[in-house]
């Protein structure tokens, strides 16, 4: 017999099991099923390897030997399979070998990528857990004695172990059939067994105890643990990067090991702890480390799904040796041993992780060192494994795959977090890591070892630092008189509104002013104060300064005079330049110079000497964290550097026309102020103040030509919203941006109206003349954060730790600025300026900048910006310490503490809020007023909050998360539901998570939700509205108005629509629930609950809700229609009917008009509601009337609401608001129309008369009085008993002890629901089209 | 506790020193370690496991890491190491 006849026999395995018995999944399994019910067509749970044979291979052996492994593998053989709960099962199905195809591929050209190709697409197909074969195999002949052994599993029936333990006993099963023996008996498990111990230890004390120790192990976890920021869904593939390590290296891992007495496997946790460290900036770790599961376990015999991976908390301090973190390591690594079978699964529920936040842990450490030599009857297999399952994070992978093969390092990482350069940085740093640890000896400090590679630190400190550029030593006074020269009859200013100067013109009024400068001692090294709002005047006295060789201080008239004055204290200028207008608000005994007066002497030769390029060229004060507000010195030096590195990148020419229109005391103004005059170009100036106004500029860019202009984003947004923007383009080229973070859409939006114009973003602080780094945006970039761009001129930035030490490419750090532009310091505060101006630890003699910006490199070597790490905030673009407000708040008698935040609260509202404990009684007016007083505008926080006690956390420090939202108005009602179909999800949300309410932005995971809840929530929302929800979308659309978006994709989601489907589908005859007066069918949402699933329900919705369509003039000619568009959506009865109150009436007629029309009805449900001769004499409704309809609709009570009478609609909106009615959503226009059709609906009711209803009626009586007759019905006029001359049949009662209004109430609706239900079940099915009765 | 010399002749396995190495290897004292502690509970993970197994192998021992992993005790190993006949 050969070895392949002993197929057949093999492959007949164990088939007299009963097949359909189900079993709870494991814990393991579990958390595979809900990760691939979240995303369906997700195939990245399909495992794969596959094994390289090289020798004479036996394929006929080979296959059957797999095949029978497989068989012998009980847990590969189930189907799996969920309950209307959302709870997993899983079912047997026959043990089936399945085909196992051999395909020669050894013709191929490159045989291994053509049998790797082939190997991933079957790899990159997803499967369906329900019905799918989980697993699959196939023998790929690569060439001549060279074979690979393909196998796929899904990942909830197999982890890497399991796989090793089927390849094993195929290896012995095929060792013998061609030794032609009988090959040992299977020693795997069944599944059952696995389920039972699983389930043993889901209810031990032991489960309890691990849950209670790893809850106690994660308190207070880092935001952060990944070496990404964020985080992003687990993706459809992964990046891997493959390196073999260093031959030798596991030699010397396990020398060092063995010398720090430990196992090398920890080696490698370390060193990826230290990475992470590195790249977070925090010394608390929380890696994922893989564990076998097993140990001890029956599943050590059973092929199935068991690895677990528990958190490894570890605080990696730079302080201690490394054999200190080495024993932490171990002792931490013994804990996960011990408590490793709680699943990190549900360790994510009970620590509350939700999608989108902070994960549990960030990179995989999965060390794989078991796979002795497997051997198939002598021939050595190599495995190669093509995936290892999901990858939400990063994953480095170490196998030891026999000695002779050494280390092998693979990064799998999820695409949307990681670049493949990310990923491949992270590989070589884990390397350089793993060397350093290797050969480092036990007292090395960690904080010692270096995790940049040394190319990486060059290309970071140096590489992309190498700026140097020849630049002259020369002044702005210098430039400016070398271009006068050249071109002394072109425009240099022009006013909006006043007369042009020249080059040759400015130069003699700014020489002009320049001598009476000089006369008052303006010089070198001096400092003239200019205090003139944006004018011809001011330009003129700016450059008269630097003339005088003096440096200019900027005052902006409107600031407080309090601050005025202790600038001008501070910086002690020699004069200041002021106008009538400006000259009053100065403090008095200042010397002032009237820059008009000037204009009228003669220039007389006043010798004195020229500033050099050390000299200031200006001093501009900032924001003060203490309190009072610093000045920044820049020297000519650094601001020549920055003009000339600008027309070298941005190259202004003659005809250009560059606006001025940034307030002089805000540093961006310098550019404007001086790099056209530099360029021969010609400087606008609008208008004082029209820099805050859109659609002035946007008139100012067109009427002057302007070429070139400067926003901060936020009001680049602003300019970009106005309609006339778009014309601006016929001149413009180029916009600048600087002064806080560009949104990226906002550059999407620039190029969309904009079209053809440069964008330019550009970053710097004071400290460092303006800007230090520069990016073209162009329209073709690809998504992502707008980065502020590389270095200027003789410029380096660097981003380093807290230590000093330059971070990791991709890794957030603070920014430092080193170079031609770092400014001189602080004036008079040489503490400050010692404590920001430091030596530059790359460059000896060179000082850098600490910006207390956090940055980080890309890997193109431009920088993204990433925020403050401190206090300072920026409101529009104004530099804001936040330090400066709350010591000003505090200074008053009546405050005791104070803190004030910027505050986001909704996207683009950017405000500053103040939290005040007051010591007396305090008096915000007066608050204000204190505050205007010192501080500008900008700075008086636009809400205060009183409070106790500040909140603060554990450390003591200020808890600004915890401060309250302050009350600001809330009118565009964005917190209630806004159609039925949200106000339907609000509440199965608030259902699940047990809530009593939920609002339509709340998300589902912030208010406690979990993956379970997500999929009893998917569950619900299938059986009440009968649309087919995946769980994925609770994830993708966490908030009732997003899933209500998803859930209404692809049909008319219009909430005011004639027909409005609250439930579509089913098989069985619809329920039309015919509108009450208001029109509106959203109140009947709360049958869906107890109506059969199998039963469609449509609203039927009056005409004429959108304020256009036509009233109808007839209960006759509205019924007609009703039947028109019921019929349009089901074609044949039986026709179901049901209306509360008016639509009551509607829905009797309607019902006569379709038996007229030979059809059948069904159910015809009367809610409280009365014959229309009992109306006839009563008087038409008024508006209150209206209003109270809209309250009745949204099943609110108008007798017992708190609302003054006569009802008025703001009063009726801000109720229905606060009771979280979707009714409260309407705008003015629809309210209007709701008015309107309550009118006509009155008036039709009155004018109605009944024909007879051929059957019998349901009547629902509300037997409650209400505390207010509605509609004032006097007593006894409304009698049920009316409709026996209408009704051929019986008229049914169904009392309910409730008023009319609380018919419509959820509960009250369910218990209507279910004698509906109970009607519906009695009546026919849907008849056939009558074409074929 | 009877002393074993396994069937080569090199260096004998006896329980304590056995014991030993897995306190060693756990980086714990031989004395935490009782004859029938699940040594999961001690802090035996897969990775120390390999090296125990890899430390014995060099030492001549055979046996397999599937038969060590299925019962984590220094009593069970002590059996699985006892050399065959005895």
């Known amino acids: ?1333 | 506790m009877t002393d074993r010399t396994d069937s080569t002749g090199t260096q004998p396995l006896r329980t304590d020193a056995l014991r030993a190495d897995v306190a060693d290897i756990l980086g714990v004292s031989p004395a935490e370690i009782g004859d029938d502690d699940d040594l999961v509970d001690a802090g035996l993970d897969s990775v120390r496991l390999l090296a125990l197994l890899n430390r014995w192998q060099v030492a001549g021992t055979s046996v397999s890491f599937l038969d060590l992993a299925e019962r984590p005790t220094v009593a069970a190993w002590a059996g699985l190491l006892a050399p065959a006949g005895e």
């Open chain 1, 1 to 1333: 017999m050969t070895a392949t006849e002993a197929v057949p026999a093999a492959v007949s395995g164990p088939r007299d099991e009963a097949p359909a018995k189900r079993l709870a999944l494991t814990g393991a399994q579990r958390g595979v099923w809900f990760a691939q019910a979240i995303d369906p067509a997700n195939p990245v749970f399909n495992t794969g390897e596959y094994l390289e044979l090289r020798g004479a291979l036996d394929p006929a052996a080979l296959v059957a030997a797999a095949q029978r492994a497989v068989v012998e593998a009980d847990a590969l053989h189930v189907r799996f399979a969920e309950d209307g709960s959302g709870v997993p099962w899983q079912h047997r199905v026959l043990p089936e070998a399945g085909e196992m195809p051999v395909i020669d591929v050894s013709a191929e050209a490159d045989p291994r990528q053509a049998a790797e190709d082939a190997m991933r697409r079957d790899l990159w197909r997803p499967l369906d857990l329900s019905t799918d074969a989980m697993f699959a195999n196939a023998l790929f002949r690569l060439g001549p004695d060279h074979w690979a052994w393909y196998h796929r599993f899904h990942h909830i029936v197999i982890d890497y172990f399991g796989m090793s333990l089927l390849s094993r006993r195929a290896a012995e099963l095929y060792s013998a059939l061609v030794a032609d023996a009988a090959p040992a008996a299977s020693r795997f498990r069944p599944l059952e067994e696995l389920v039972a111990e699983d389930e043993a230890y889901a209810a031990s004390a032991r489960h309890t105890d691990d849950r209670a120790y790893w809850t106690r192990r994660l308190a207070g976890r880092p935001a952060q643990v990944g070496l990404a920021l964020g985080s992003a869904p687990t993706s459809h593939r992964f990046t891997r990067s493959v390196a073999e390590l260093p031959p030798g290296l596991l030699e010397r891992l396990e020398a060092a090991a063995a010398r720090l007495g430990t196992v090398w496997p920890q080696l490698v946790a370390a060193a990826a702890g230290v990475l992470v460290s590195r790249v977070t900036g925090c010394s608390d770790v929380v890696l994922g480390w893989p564990v076998m599961g097993r140990m001890g376990s029956v599943a050590m015999r059973v092929p199935a799904m068991v690895v677990n991976v528990p958190p490894l908390r570890l605080t990696v301090d730079d302080g201690q040796p490394l054999s200190a973190l080495l024993a932490h390591v171990a002792a931490e690594s013994r804990e996960v041993a011990r408590h490793g079978r709680y699943r990190y699964e549900d360790l994510s529920r009970d620590l509350g992780v939700v999608p989108g936040g902070p994960r549990l842990f960030g990179p995989q450490v999965n060390v794989m060192p078991f796979e002795p030599d497997l051997r198939f009857a002598g021939i050595a297999a190599v495995a190669h494994n093509l995936s290892a399952g999901p990858v939400d994070d990063l994953t480095f992978n170490v196998y030891l795959r026999g000695r002779h093969e050494g280390l092998q390092l693979e990064v799998d990482a999820n695409p949307a977090l990681y670049s493949p350069e990310a990923v491949r940085a992270h590989q070589r740093r884990l390397v350089h890591l793993l060397a350093a640890l290797a050969d480092a000896d036990p007292d090395t400090l960690v904080g010692d070892l270096d995790a940049l590679p040394p190319d990486e630190r060059d290309l970071v400190v140096r590489g992309w630092n190498d700026t140097a550029r020849p630049v002259p030593a020369t002044t702005l006074p210098e430039l400016f008189a070398a271009q006068a020269a050249r071109t002394p009859t072109a425009l240099a200013l022009v006013p909006d509104g006043g007369r042009a100067l020249t080059y040759v013109e400015l130069d003699e009024r700014a020489s002009r002013l320049a001598t009476v400068l000089r006369a008052h001692g303006a010089g070198p090294g001096r400092v003239v104060a200019v205090a003139l709002d944006r004018s011809v005047d001011l330009v003129v006295s700016l450059y008269a300064a630097h003339k005088a060789g003096a440096a200019y201080l900027p005052l902006d008239p409107d600031h407080p005079a309090d601050r005025l004055a202790f600038m001008l204290e501070d910086a002690a200028p020699v004069c200041v330049v002021c106008d009538e207008a400006t000259a009053g608000r100065l403090p008095a005994g200042m010397a002032t110079v009237r820059a008009d007066d000037a204009a009228a002497k003669p220039s007389e030769d006043a010798a004195g000497s020229p500033a050099g390029p050390d000299d200031p060229a200006y001093v501009i004060y900032t924001s003060g964290s203490t309190g009072r507000p610093k000045g920044v010195v820049v020297p000519h030096r650094g601001i020549v550097n920055r003009l000339l590195w600008m027309q070298d990148a941005y190259r202004l020419g003659p005809d250009d026309r560059v606006v001025q229109k940034t307030p002089a005391g805000f540093d961006v103004s310098v550019w404007e102020f001086f790099w056209p005059l530099l360029a021969g170009a010609t400087l606008v100036l609008a208008r004082p103040g029209g820099h805050r106004d859109p659609a002035y500029l946007a008139d100012l860019f067109v009427r002057a030509r302007v070429t070139t202009a400067h926003f901060v984003p936020s009001m680049l947004q602003a300019f970009l919203d106005e309609p006339s923007a778009a014309a601006t383009c016929g001149s413009l080229r180029r916009v600048v941006c600087s002064g806080e973070a560009l949104p990226e859409a906002a550059v999407r939006r620039f190029h969309t109206t904009l079209p053809g114009v440069e964008l330019h973003n550009l970053y710097g602080p004071t400290e460092a003349s303006v800007d230090v780094t520069a990016w073209a945006c162009r329209p073709e970039a690809p998504a992502g954060p707008v980065p502020i761009g590389r270095p200027v001129w003789n410029t380096r930035t660097y981003v380093l730790d807290q230590r000093g030490r330059p971070v990791p490419v991709g890794a957030v750090g603070e920014l430092y600025l080193a170079g031609v532009q770092v400014a001189d310091g602080y004036l008079n505060r040489p503490d400050l300026t010692a404590e920001r101006f430091l030596p530059d630890p790359f460059v000896p003699g060179e000082r850098m900048y600490r910006t207390g910006d956090l940055a980080r490199w890309r890997f193109d070597g431009a920088l993204d910006y990433l925020g403050r790490n401190d206090d300072q905030v920026k409101i529009r673009g104004q530099r804001i310490e936040l330090g400066e407000i709350e010591s000003v708040l505090q200074a008053h008698p009546c405050v005791s503490a104070a803190a004030v935040v910027a505050r986001e609260d909704r996207p683009g509202d950017r405000y500053l809020a103040a939290y005040v404990v007051p010591a007396g009684d305090v008096d915000v007016p007066e608050l204000r007023k204190h505050l205007a007083r010192s501080l500008p505008d900008a700075m008086v926080p636009s809400a205060f909050v009183t409070l106790d006690a500040l909140p603060v956390t554990v450390n003591g420090k200020l808890d600004r998360k915890a401060l309250p939202q302050p009350v600001r108005d809330q009118s565009n009602g964005a917190d209630v539901p806004r159609t039925p179909m949200q106000e339907i999800l609000c509440g199965l949300f608030a259902d699940v998570l047990g809530l009593e309410r939920v609002g339509p932005d709340d998300g589902f995971f912030e208010l406690g939700g979990h993956s379970l809840l997500a999929a009893q929530l998917a569950a619900r929302v299938r059986a009440v509205l009968g649309r087919d929800v995946p769980l994925g979308s609770v994830f993708a659309a966490p908030t009732p108005r997003g899933l209500a978006q998803l859930v209404e994709q692809g049909r008319d989601g219009d909430a005011l629509a004639g027909l409005l489907p609250l439930r579509s589908g089913g098989s069985a005859p619809a329920l039309f629930c015919i509108h009450p007066a208001g029109g509106l069918g959203w109140c009947y949402a709360g049958l869906l609950q107890e109506v059969p699933r199998e039963h469609p329900v449509y609203a039927v919705q009056a005409r004429g809700l959108d304020g256009r369509e036509a009233l109808p003039g007839s209960l006759q000619e509205m019924a007609a229609d009703y039947v028109r568009q019921i019929q349009a959506v089901q074609p044949t009865g039986p026709y179901h009917l049901l209306g509360w109150s008016v639509g009551g009436v509607i829905a009797h007629e309607t019902a006569v008009r379709l038996q007229q029309a030979g059809e059948q009805v069904g159910v015809l449900a009367l809610l409280d509601a009365y014959p229309s001769e009992q109306w006839a004499s009563l008087p038409p409704p008024d508006e209150s009337d209206a209003l109270t309809a809209l309250l009745l609709m949204a099943g609110l009570d108008p007798a017992t609401a708190p609302l003054p009478q006569p009802l008025r609609r703001e009063d009726v909106i801000a109720h229905l608001r606060a009771n979280g009615s979707a009714v409260g959503g309407l705008d003015a226009s629809t309210l209007a129309a709701v008015v309107g059709v309550v009118a006509n609906n009155a008036a039709l009711m009155r004018a109605h008369r009944h024909s007879g209803f051929a059957g019998d009626a349901l009547f629902v009586a509300a037997t409650q009085p209400v505390a207010r007759p509605l509609f004032a019905v006097p007593d006894g006029t409304l009698d049920r008993d009316g409709w026996a001359s209408h009704i051929s049949g019986e008229l049914q009662l169904m009392e309910l002890a409730c008023t009319h209004p609380e018919l419509v109430r959820p509960d009250v609706l369910r218990a209507i629901a279910s004698v509906v239900a109970r009607r519906l079940s009695q009546a026919p099915q849907l008849l056939p089209p009558r074409s074929d009765r």
